[in-house]
T-cell receptor, first 115, second 115 residues
Framework: SQQGEEDPQALSIQEGENATMNCSYK?????LQWYRQNSGRGLVHLIL?????REKHSGRLRVTLDTSKKSSSLLITASRAADTASYFC???????????????FGQGTRLTINP | DTGVSQDPRHKITKRGQNVTFRCDPI?????LYWYRQTLGQGPEFLTY????????KSRLLSDRFSAERPKGSFSTLEIQRTEQGDSAMYLC?????????????FGPGTRLLVL
């Protein structure tokens, strides 16, 4: 079963506006990552935030993490038509025996940027 | 292109047939993951390798599924006696594990349709 839940499930905004997506998760984590997926394609890694970090920036992306609320947000500023995609948060989950850090994904937010 | 590659990109098969997918990870990466993604959902973990050893399998991976990573390089995922419920995107990811931080890089996926 999937751990994360993204909110909203779909978001449509005008080009140039800011887009905010939220993610909630259930268990303790080491890291939280955000990925982008264009329709029918593979996932592109956007940003990783560690559990001891509260905010991180990368270009037009800003990610926050609140481990007390088990939630994260992704802000895309000055959106562009090319930002149209699905966005997923993924938390790591230690595998059996404490080995693998398999990723557990939410259902994603479908973002549409209207020109 | 030095990213993760997957072959084939698309596969249509009839129910009951066997199919095999291939994943070539980024060359220096020691970990390789397989995920499955159905329409409108986030990817779900199937199995993972560290070098040539398969260290974890999800309960989603029935005995009709088998994965290998000979010599710790490329990996194959085989589905025997395919069922319509196997229709999905199969994603491969690789990483160079550096605890506690691990970024997984995804390939473009293989889309399977079982008729």
């Amino acid at each position: 079963s999937q751990q994360g839940e993204e909110d909203p499930q779909a978001l449509s905004i005008q080009e140039g506006e800011n887009a905010t997506m939220n993610c909630s998760y259930k268990t303790s984590i080491n890291n939280l990552q955000w990925y982008r997926q264009n329709s029918g394609r593979g996932l592109v890694h956007l940003i990783l935030i560690r559990s001891n970090e509260r905010e991180k920036h990368s270009g037009r992306l800003r990610v926050t993490l609140d481990t007390s609320k088990k939630s994260s947000s992704l802000l895309i500023t000055a959106s562009r038509a090319a930002d149209t995609a699905s966005y997923f948060c993924a938390t790591d989950a230690l595998g059996e025996g404490g080995g693998a850090q398999k990723l557990v994904f939410g259902q994603g937010t479908r973002l549409t940027i209207n020109p | 292109d030095t990213g993760v590659s997957q072959d084939p990109r698309h596969k249509i098969t009839k129910r009951g047939q066997n199919v095999t997918f291939r994943c070539d990870p980024i060359s220096e990466h020691n970990r390789l993951y397989w995920y499955r993604q159905t329409l409108g959902q986030g990817p779900e973990f199937l199995t993972y390798f560290q070098n040539e050893a398969q260290l974890e399998k999800s309960r989603l991976l029935s005995d009709r599924f088998s994965a290998e990573r000979p010599k710790g390089s490329f990996s194959t995922l085989e589905i025997q006696r395919t069922e319509q419920g196997d229709s999905a995107m199969y994603l491969c990811a690789s990483s160079l594990f550096n605890y506690p931080q691990e970024t997984q890089y995804f390939g473009p996926g293989t889309r399977l349709l079982v008729l």
